[in-house]
């Protein structure tokens, strides 16, 4: 089966080339049909790998297609790489893809035929890229996946290409993404230098003997690929603008799949992270204070997709958080979690902007509860599982992530905790505001509201369960021993890092203690939020003071703008009429212009008077009989 | 005679000539002092005709060292005939045109 | 010897020519035939046939570098009178004594490429330049023209002057005038052979219109008729050049150390003042005038190399300077207007004339494929061979660098701009013909110099 | 003293005198007859020199030929003291800075060196004379006498297109 | 010297020399377009064939040497290398491709347009292919004298003044070189003036020092790299776009490639001494440009300082001189060819149909000719070499190599990635996103032919981004020996 592999990717890259050339052919029906099939294709494979793969002793497999890069001192295969991290993402990235697809297939029913079918091709694009970048073999085909949904993220953010604004955060999130990549380049180039490979199979054995230096060198070069791919502080500003992208596309990319590639970069080169001394430091401090940072903006922002892409960094943080305690099981975890229930969000977002006409801002809802009953219901377990209310999904990879932090420093812990309950806050703030209270929209929205179809509703239902039931993969040996399948499955993945981080267990007591008054406090948090926002008014006086700073999420874009953006375009004007116009361009033409004076100064010699010339001549003479006579 | 006399006279004879261009107008007295210069060469060479010849004589009594720089004195005064005619028809012609051998009226070339 | 009777011959010939049929068409082709006399005459001599059995007591000697020139001026002569010929003509009355005059420098030509002695030397001088003196004044009506002719008279003789002090004083020092008499370099230099080289550069830097003595040049070169002006401008300037080249190898070579540098020193004022003097010209013949300066500049760069590479690409220089340059003159005729903007759109109403006097130009520039290239590819690699001065060569190169600017100008104004009017007299097609000819025998010699450089070593 | 010498002098500040009348003599005709008493000094050197035939000739190409035709040419034109007003002085004084230095580089340049001790003879030697130099001239010297035949034939032509009416 | 046309050298110049000028004589405007464009595809096709006869046994067939010049010790040599081998590659492929998209375009006296076009196309074969100093300066002048006619004679408005400062820096450039070539001439053992004899030249430290100046001077200029850049702009802009594709495509490839096949070999101490100088320029160049790049509101411009950032980066990683860089380089010279050719075509065909390159005045193509807008977006994600595109293999290796020389240098250059994305992106979101304005709204979808032109590069793109391999088939060799011979 795993020779196969290479059928994975390649049934959406089918699917985007039928949907990219024949887009002008295909009917609408088709071009759905066949983005989800290619998806539904590989899940199918992804599965029958999966099986392959649980088996216990199965041995990570590698599989060389071809030679992609082949010069004296490096091969660079184009090779695929299957083993349970791997398997993990495959499922989770074409299952929800899977999803997406069949929601997106309704959603965007009102496009026009092109439209539809360029938008699945994309949409197979991503998923195409996003399996090479999980399977790729070496970090250089990661890359190549890497900068690839990159790009498919550019082109669905500016989607609809005709309105400015959404062109221009696609432009920021590709050239932000670019800044990360760059770092990214740089420590492949550095592996080059330093294991002459850039081969997973080749360089982690290689990495006990290394000088911590390098190591920390390259991981910290490669958290900074990270940090641009997961919106991370400080490259995090451009994932809340890529909502303008469709709601399924903010699902799949923004939520589910393309952020968590940093989560899966630095799993994947686990045992980098964990012998490089001073980096876990730094990926802890990033991912908690991006936590915190994004949850506190995530408080004051009034458009649904916003509040949600927020969350989404904060809790990306938190993966981070557990990636730098060496929580590495924990981090997949979330991921897995959080893709399903994120996912539902973003999709329950969807169907509510669907219903109220492509209407995004929350204070402008309310009361949608008997309008959508599936969509809330679907929503309303999508807010528990993330606020990490037992037993649904969230809790128990938080909580794996917080109980690592707590084990490396309790302060990591209770920030982190921190972050957790200004999740619950904002997002039963959102639900609150968007659900309960009375209607606040517009007359005809609330003839039109709508319940979503089936298309839309059942992937719904789906994330939904899935949200629900997903955590018991990862029940903390507190409650049971050796219930925590996943930690057992994905062993072989991190067993070298286990090995060199040693055991610091927690006593069951205090992890009770601490499960509990977290679980208490998040109690607290909800009511609270569903009190003050259970029935909202709008209100016209401007919110003032700090509220006011959140509100412009602490001016970031405004002081990047400031500080990056302007001055390299003044000093690029600069450049352009100052420096290349006077200095480059006036040598040159300056030595032409010399050589016309000089001519214009020759001819006045040529006086046209016999005497002068003959003057000259004379004097030129005696000039020579010097020379000659007494020169020397 | 010591022969730097007469270096020195046909350079000072030489120099009058060479002055005597520079700073006169008149295109026919330019022309003069071309030929005093002429002149002056002559002078020197048969000087150093004389010269050459009185070093050769004491070994060899019927010598004729030096008869080439008096010949050649003989050409130079034939090349002189030959260029003052045809300077004096080009001063002329010009004289006709402009009514004048004013050397400063030629400057419709320049630069 | 050939030559040197003979052109002297046709000139009387010539002379009586015109009085007998004035000044019909048909004196123009006497003159051809004369000159296809010549150049058999000198072939045959150059094959080792001389008529004239004389004994020319070592004044004169004839290498087949002499006669190879005399090769290349006679056959440039050759093709000037064929495209200029009836323009001769047309300059004055009496036309056939134009080509007697002509005849006669070709003699004095002829003379200063096989001098041995001083005094030959300074009568083939002088049978060049009196004739010339004339040529310049020929159009008697026109004060340009006369002009012209006093000044370069008047220069003329002063510089004759200069001449003859030196090689007085060259007497004085060695008590002789024959080239191999004076067997300099042995003795240790005095002050009088010393003062008779510095002379004798002068002079010929003169005559060769090497700055800072040239300023004759553009004056003379612009006053006189045009058709003279393409005939001094080229094969009597080249001639100069085997003279002065041959007086400094055969008689001055031995002290070459001492006077390099002044020779360095006249080569970089040349190539300078030259070229960065035609920049801003604004009459094409004028420009032409200074071209010829810079031109003379590269030629000197042989005299003071004073090596093999450097004599076989004076020879060179001399076939692909005169080819291009009379080529380019006999175009300039034609024109009505000799500005710049007065060959605005030649390419559109003469192709002909348009195509091939940008090869002329392109040959003038030393654009590869042409003969200009090779032959300043010979003049750079000649001063490189004498390993010092090297900065000579990097004046030369930057100079050769400005020396585009003004003969594009040329170029632009015939391709790129426009003008209403035919900027051109009419020209026949054999006058085209020819041209192309030119043209062609330009860039074969771009192509494969050696088949002129290859008849040295026979 | 010998009355060479004395001779030598008289005829020596003489030729230096009448040159400098020719440059600074405002009417052009005394320019000329101070010319030819330059050319009468230079011959008489000549003499002293016992280079009779040149001395002879001299007198009559020079003095006698050429000056005459200067005189026609001057006179045909009547030219006098007023045709050439005062020209610059700067120009002037350049001029004679110029020359006056040319004339003082030259000769110290070469006023002590192998010359030095040399003399030229004088009164003796018969190289000078007309039999002598006509044997050389049509022994040796044949070739440059006929070829300066070329150069009095191009003069002629010369003279005759520049003069003819036409 | 025109000696049998047996082996693919000599065909490979003669062919559109030949061609070239043929087609002066042709002056029926449709012939002579069908006729060049003929000529060309031949040549591609001779060159095809070539390539199944590159290996050793078959080494009379790609090597050959004419006598020329024995009296100076100059020879008509050619060789077919692997160095020579993708760069008439490019040559080969491009004019077809030139051809072909530019048809539609009617030129006045078509007849010598395409003749210097084709004369053109046989300079830059000889440039390639020449293995004598002499001859290698010959045809250097000859590429570089029909592009000057071709410019001021079919460019823009201000063509005399863009391609005469062109023509005069880039011969002063040249002349300077011919010094250089002398010199090293006269030091040959045996006076000649052929590679290998060039190659074995013994040369003082000092000696290298200057003579490396002479040479690199003329080839920078070409290149051209900051400072010495400035002729470019203006000469692209003005040129007519067929003759800027040549320019930018191919041409500039000649001063790297000379650099490669004279320089560096020839000189190893000064390139050793002098290698931080030219990699700083070629670093400060490329942010140079990119920045420049981020403000230029002309397409052509746009287009022309990118490829500055882009030549910048190669010519660095030549003086890398490690085996990656190399090969990179190599394979990417033949990579940006294509790419910015391909650019060059869409803006020819957006000029085409607006009359205007100005970037402000144009927005929302992508309505009205999605093909095109796609085109477009490929072919410039492909010049700022993302993955999976033909430019990201030759990047990725060059930067590795020059990470290899110096960490610092690699971190500088990479900020151009960043910069090449922005204005890149910019270019495509105002003239292909947003709305349409008057001068877009009667935009038309591109023609087939231009469709299938634009397709076929966009294939190449794609082909080399994920399978290089028979690129380097073709250069492995030839750049191992050049390392070779520079390691010892």
Known sequence: MTKLTYLIPLFPLIGFLINGLGRRMVPKSVAGLIGSASVLASFILSVLVFMEVRVDGFTVQEVKLFSFIKTAGLDIPFAFQIDQLSSLFLLIITGVGFLIHVYSAAYMHEEEPQHYARYFAYLNLFVFSMLLLVLGANYVIMFIGWEGVGLCSYLLIGYWFKNGDYNHAAKKAFVMNRIGDLGFLLAVFWMIGQFGSTSFGVIFPKVGATAPAVLTGITLLLFVGATGKSAQIPLYTWLPDAMAGPTPVSALIHAATMVTAGIYMIARSNIMYTLAPVTPTVVAVIGLATALFAATIAIKQNDIKKVLAYSTVSQLGLMFLGLGVGAYTGAVFHVMTHAFFKALLFLGAGSVIHAMHHEQDIRNMGGLKKHLPITHLTFLIGCIAIAGIPPFSGFFSKDEILMGAFAHSPVLYFIGTFSALLTAFYMFRLYAMTFLGQFRGTQEQQHHVHESPAAMTVPLIVLALLAIVAGFVGVPEVFAKDAHWLEKFLAPVFAASTAKQGEHAISHSTEYALMGGTVLAILVVMIYALKKFGNFRKTAEPATGFARVLENKWYVDEIYDAVISRPLKGFSVFLNNVMERSVIDGVVNGTGKFIQYSSRQFRWLQSGQVGSYILIMVVATVVFFIIQIFGK | MPINYYIFLAVALFSIGVIGVLTRRNAIIVFMCIELMLNAVNLLLVAFSKMHYANAVTFNPGTTTGAEAQLFVFFIMVVAAAEVSVGLAIIVMMYRNIHSVDINFLNRLKH | ?458 | MSITEVLFWFLTALALLSALMVVFSRNPVHSVLWLIAVFFAISGHYIILNAQFLAIVNLIVYAGAIMVLFLFVIMLMNLNAETEPQKNRWLWWAGTIAGGSLMLVIIAALKDTETKTQMALVKGGDIGLIQNLGMVLFKDYVLPFEISSVLFLSAMVGAVVIGKKD | MFAAFDNFPALLIWLPLIGGLLSFFITNERSVKSWSLLSSILTLALFAVSLFYTDQKHYALNSVSYVWLPEIGSSFALLLDGMSRILCLLTAVSFPLIFAATYSTSYKSPNAFYGLMLLTQCGLMGVFLSVDALAFYFFWELALIPAYFLVSQWGGEKRIQAAFKFFIYTFAGSLFLLIGIIYVYLKTPDQSFSLVSFYQVQLTAGEQGWLFWMFFVAFAIKMPIFPFHTWQPDAYEQSPTAVTMVLSGIMVKMGLFATLRWLIVMFPDAVRQFDNVVIGLSIVGMLYASCVALVQDDLKRLVAYSSIAHIGLMAASVFTLNLMSLQGLLVQMFNHGINIIGLWIVVFLIEKQTGIRKISHLGGLAQKAPALAIMLVVIALANIALPLTNAFVGEFMMFAGLYKFSPWYAAAAGLSIILSAVYTLNMIKNVFYGNLNAVTQGFKEILLHERIILAMIVVLIFFVGVYPEPLFNIIRSTSEMIIGKFIK
């Open chain 3, 1 to 458: 010897m050939n030559a040197i009777i003979l052109s002297a011959v046709l000139g009387v010939v010539m002379m009586y020519t015109g009085i007998a049929m004035k000044n019909r068409p048909s004196v123009k082709y006497v003159a051809i035939a004369g000159v296809l006399l010549l150049i058999v005459a000198n072939w045959l001599e150059f094959a080792g046939v001389s008529f004239f059995s004389i004994d020319v007591k070592g004044m004169l000697s004839f290498t087949s570098f002499g006669l190879l020139f005399n090769m290349v001026a006679f056959v440039s002569t050759l093709i000037y009178f064929l495209l200029s010929g009836s323009d001769v003509q047309q300059v004055g009355k009496n036309g056939a004594d134009y080509f007697a005059l002509m005849f006669f420098v070709l003699c004095g030509v002829s003379i200063v490429s096989s001098f041995q002695s001083l005094l030959m030397l300074f009568i083939g001088i002088e049978i060049i330049s009196i004739p010339l003196y004339i040529l310049a004044g020929s159009d008697k009506r026109n004060l340009k023209s006369n002009e012209a002719s006093l000044k370069y008279f008047l220069m003329g003789s002063f510089s004759t002057g200069l001449m003859l002090m030196g090689i007085t004083l060259l007497y004085g020092g060695t008590g002789t005038f024959y080239l191999s008499g004076m067997n300099l370099g042995g003795v240790v230099m005095t002050p009088l052979v010393g003062l008779g080289i510095v002379l004798m550069m002068i002079s010929m830097a003169f005559k060769a219109s090497a700055a800072p003595f040239h300023f004759w040049t553009p004056d003379v070169y612009d006053g006189s008729p045009t058709v003279f002006t393409s005939f001094m401008a080229t094969i009597v300037k080249a001639a100069v050049f085997i003279a002065f080249l041959r007086l400094f190898e055969n008689g001055f070579g031995k002290l070459q150390s001492t006077w390099q540098l002044m020779a360095a020193m006249i080569t970089a004022l040349t190539l300078i003042i030259g070229n960065v003097t035609a920049v801003f010209q604004q009459s094409v013949k004028r420009m032409l005038a200074y071209s010829s300066i810079a031109q003379a500049g590269f030629m000197m760069l042989a005299v003071f190399a004073l090596n093999t590479m450097g004599k076989q690409g004076l020879l060179l220089y001399s076939a692909a300077y005169c080819l291009a340059t009379i080529g380019l003159f006999a175009v300039l005729i034609k024109m009505k207007d000799y500005t710049f903007d007065g060959f605005n759109g030649l390419a559109r109403h003469q192709p002909v004339l348009a195509l091939t006097s940008t090869i002329f130009l392109l040959s003038l520039a030393g654009i590869p494929l042409t003969a200009g290239f090779f032959s300043k590819y010979y003049m750079l690699v000649a001063a490189m061979k004498t390993g010092q001065m090297f900065w000579l060569v990097i004046v030369g190169v930057v100079c050769a660098a400005i020396s585009v600017y003004y003969y594009f100008r040329v170029i632009q104004s015939m391709y790129f701009k426009d003008a209403a009017v035919t900027p051109t007299v009419a020209v026949g097609s054999g006058f085209k013909a020819l041209l192309l000819i030119t043209a062609g025998m330009v860039i074969l010699l771009g192509i494969k110099p050696g088949l002129l450089l290859n008849l040295m070593s026979i």
